[in-house]
């Protein structure tokens, strides 16, 4: 996690930590329910592990989800590692994979965070240069030596679906799965690697600036193409819904430009990927879901406005209805959340918190 926002969302986001949360659409009621898909369930997590605290918990974290029959496959939305901490070492890397990723029994799709490498440069962390450890994440985690891709935890359940990569960028990944399309750019905080220069914004990015402008805009566009491309394909599938995974709290209301001391560069660093979700959100029609992380705690909402096209914040414009965003759990909270895809229903998505015993704090 690396951006600050307590209490800026309260107790109306508090609430769906607790049950099971759904929103209800009748309009996507598929015509043809015979050919549509059967019911299935994901896992959703991210943020972890970070620390000793939570290399233990997460352990019981995997567990519960890899004793859970009814998961086909676990969505992570970044962040492997502390950003104010866990060392960027050569070493880290192969032991993530080694000891986190291949310990789920079942595949894990993952998005890459900030903490992985954007962080890489703070002196606790190492101070490292973050494209080379930018370079480790991929090579670990996406794309080997030979060029072959990787797959991380276990094996799909029958048939397994072909997961498209960008030439230039692996870590972006697509999929269609059970009448459902997966959209993975890549896309996480600390600005999204734009380069950040405001003084109250180096609290926790300790070096006179930080990120790097051209890295940023050249990712920020592939992001962007990648996002109509999985739009275009959903559209050609025929599917039911699409589901977008990445590692950022996007600042979707504006809270951290509109501060007293404002952090304009963090915000703006989102805009086209935000109107790329837009655009594709609306011809689409049909319900799309946003999962990140970031942010730690759990909160599901539907944070979409727009007026003729564009994005407009807080309680001003058209609701996009068929738009939903899930926070996942993350470090500190190690628990994670059961998503229910269910295209015969009038509520294509179905969010229950998972609360793992081992892992709820004292009080």
Not at 26 to 46: C, D, E, K, W, Y
Not at 258 to 267: Q, S, Y
């Amino acid at each position: 996690m690396n951006i600050s926002k307590k209490n800026l969302k309260i107790s109306a986001i508090a609430a769906t930590t607790l049950v099971a949360a759904s929103f209800i659409i009748t309009s996507q009621i598929p015509a043809n329910a015979a050919n549509t898909p059967m019911r299935f369930t994901l896992a959703l997590t991210g943020d972890m592990p970070y620390d000793a605290k939570g290399v233990t918990e997460t352990v019981n974290v995997i567990a519960d989800i890899n004793n859970n029959p009814k998961v086909d496959f676990t969505l992570f939305s970044g962040d492997t590692m502390s950003g104010k901490g866990d060392k960027c070492t050569d070493a880290a890397y192969p032991a993530l994979r080694t000891n986190f990723f291949d310990k789920f029994t079942r595949p894990i799709i993952y998005t890459i965070g900030d903490n992985e490498w954007v962080d890489c440069d703070r002196a606790v962390k190492g101070g490292y240069d973050p494209l080379t450890r930018l370079a480790l994440v991929r090579s670990n985690f996406f794309q080997d030596a030979t060029g072959a891709y990787i797959s991380l935890g276990g094996k799909f359940k029958g048939t397994t679906p072909k997961i498209l990569h960008d030439a230039v960028y692996p870590e972006l990944q697509m999929f269609s799965y059970k009448g459902i399309t997966f959209i993975v750019p890549h896309v996480p905080g600390s600005a999204n690697n734009a380069a950040v220069a405001t003084p109250t914004f180096k609290t926790y990015n300790d070096a006179a600036t930080d990120g790097n402008d051209v890295e940023y805009k050249a990712r920020d566009a592939a992001n962007v193409a990648w996002i109509a491309k999985g739009f275009a394909k959903a559209k050609s599938d025929e599917s039911v819904g699409v589901i977008i995974l990445l590692q950022a709290n996007m600042d979707w209301e504006g809270y951290l430009r509109d501060l007293a001391a404002p952090n304009n560069e963090n915000t703006a660093a989102f805009a086209a990927t935000k109107q790329a979700i837009l655009t594709g959100t609306l011809a689409f029609g049909k319900p799309v879901l946003l999962q990140n992380g970031d942010e730690h705690w759990y909160q599901v909402d539907m944070p979409m406005n727009e007026t003729a096209g564009k994005l407009v914040e807080k309680d001003k414009g058209t609701l996009v209805e068929n738009f939903t965003r899930v926070q996942t759990f993350g470090s500190g909270f190690n628990h994670w959340v059961e998503l229910t895809i269910d295209p015969r229903s009038d509520s294509l998505w179905t969010f229950t918190p998972r609360i793992v015993k081992a892992n709820i704090g004292k009080h």
